[in-house]
Each structure stands twice: as structure tokens, then as C-alpha cells.
């Protein structure tokens, strides 16, 4: 059982490029989130989607983008990489057992630095 | 504004004893707390959680205490091996008025020494 697969593992990027960060979780959970992870901080939400079809923003939206394909993926992008976004950034998916925004699993992480 | 913070950024412990590691919290409507550990690389992983109905809650090895009169949540972990080397984060769920989001602490650095 994979749990919460993320992909790249890790990506350099240069200002101005685009990438889409990819999350996949194999536990039929409704809800999934992105974070970021920054040196001395703890995790800071970015955009999550409570149920398949329906997205919202979190603390950290600006720079982002987020599609939910299905109810397993569960995608982050970045339209322009900034420095500013240079970061780890996870994902996470919880289930019915708890309502949203109770037990995350978390995804390995996606290492990113943009130059 | 709300905060989860933590008391400790790094804790050394001896092989054995047991570790103790302290979380305040300021929103007093949060109504669910959860503690994970992350080991380096990896992603943070569930210990264990408590609802704000509860004082104390136990699992395999840790401890959760909740003290709601002072804002004060603890992961108490018995007898600590090399294995619990690790960052702990609280997190705290806000409350319907907060969105329900997880809130969650900077992180306290456990090194265990053999």
C-alpha cells in the first residue's frame, strides 16, 4: 500500500519557468492538501480540496494553482517559479473517519529550488 | 493572530529516558489537536491526536496531555530511543470559525544520544 505518492522527488527550476507537481493517494480519502515546508517553520497550507470537484484556498495561495483530476490526484502548479518559492513542498490526504482537516497522511515531499 | 508555537527547538535526551516535549496554543475554540514526527527526508508521519473533550490520551509509548485552562499541549514519549530522533510538530484544528484548518507549530528536534 503506496499511501501518498509524490512526484518529482526533487526539481531546480529557473525564474520564470512552470512546473506542476504531481500527488497521488491509494486510500480512496475524499480530501487532499498541499504545503509547504520552509527552514524554521512548520507546514503552511497552500490550496486544498475538501471533496473531488472543490478546491480552496489556504494560507499561502499566491503563485499557485491547483487542479483536482480525480479522487485520487490531486495537482500543484506553478505558472512563474520565484525564488521566493523555493521550498519543500508536501501533500497530504485524509479520510472519512475524521472530518476535513482531521488525520493527514503526508506524501514523501517534492524538493524545490528555483535559481 | 492564532498561533501553535512550541517551547523547545531542540531537545537532547538520554537512550531510556523519556522525553517530554511542550506546545501552547492561543485559540481557545481549537478543538482537536494531532502531534507527527518527521525524520529527515521524510514527510511527517501521525503519532497520535486528542479532542479538546479529553485531557490525556495514551498510545504505544507517547502520551498526549491537554491543559485547556493554560493553553498547553504535551507529547510525552516513554522510555526514548534512537529511532524517536526526529522533529515533532503539534497542530491544532480551529474550529468552524477558523475553517477547520490545522494550524501547526514551528517543530522540536529530538536527538536521542546513545
Known amino acids: 500500500n503506496a499511501g501518498v505518492t509524490q512526484t518529482p522527488k526533487f526539481q531546480v527550476l529557473k525564474t520564470g519557468q512552470s512546473m506542476t507537481l504531481q500527488c497521488a493517494q491509494d486510500?480512496?480519502?475524499?480530501?487532499m492538501y498541499w504545503y509547504r515546508q520552509d527552514p524554521g517553520m512548520g507546514l503552511r497550507l497552500i490550496y486544498y480540496s475538501a471533496s473531488e470537484g472543490t478546491t480552496d484556498k489556504g494560507e499561502v495561495p499566491n503563485g499557485y494553482n491547483v487542479s483536482r483530476l480525480n479522487k485520487r490526484e490531486f495537482s500543484l502548479r506553478l505558472e512563474s517559479a520565484a525564488p521566493s518559492q523555493t521550498s519543500v513542498y508536501f501533500c497530504?490526504?485524509?479520510?472519512?473517519?475524521?472530518?476535513?482537516?482531521?488525520?493527514?497522511?503526508f506524501g514523501a515531499g517534492t524538493r524545490l529550488s528555483v535559481l | 493572530g492564532e498561533s501553535v508555537g512550541l517551547h523547545l527547538p531542540t531537545l537532547s535526551v538520554q537512550e531510556g529516558d523519556n522525553s517530554i516535549i511542550n506546545c501552547a496554543y492561543s485559540?481557545?475554540?481549537?478543538?482537536?489537536f494531532i502531534w507527527y514526527k518527521q525524520e529527515s527526508g521524510k514527510g511527517p508521519q501521525f503519532i497520535i491526536d486528542?479532542?479538546?473533550?479529553?485531557d490525556k490520551r495514551q498510545g504505544q509509548r507517547v502520551t498526549v496531555l491537554l491543559n485547556k485552562t493554560v493553553k498547553h499541549l504535551s507529547l510525552q514519549i516513554a522510555a526514548t530511543q534512537p529511532g524517536d530522533s526526529a522533529v515533532y510538530f503539534c497542530a491544532e484544528k480551529g474550529g468552524v470559525a477558523a475553517g477547520n484548518k490545522l494550524t501547526f507549530g514551528g517543530g522540536t528536534r529530538v536527538l536521542v544520544k546513545p
Open positions: 486528542i479532542r479538546s473533550n479529553m
Open positions: 486510500m480512496n480519502h475524499n480530501s
Open positions: 485559540n481557545s475554540a481549537s478543538d482537536y
Open positions: 497530504a490526504s485524509s479520510g472519512l473517519a475524521r472530518a476535513v482537516f482531521g488525520i493527514q497522511y
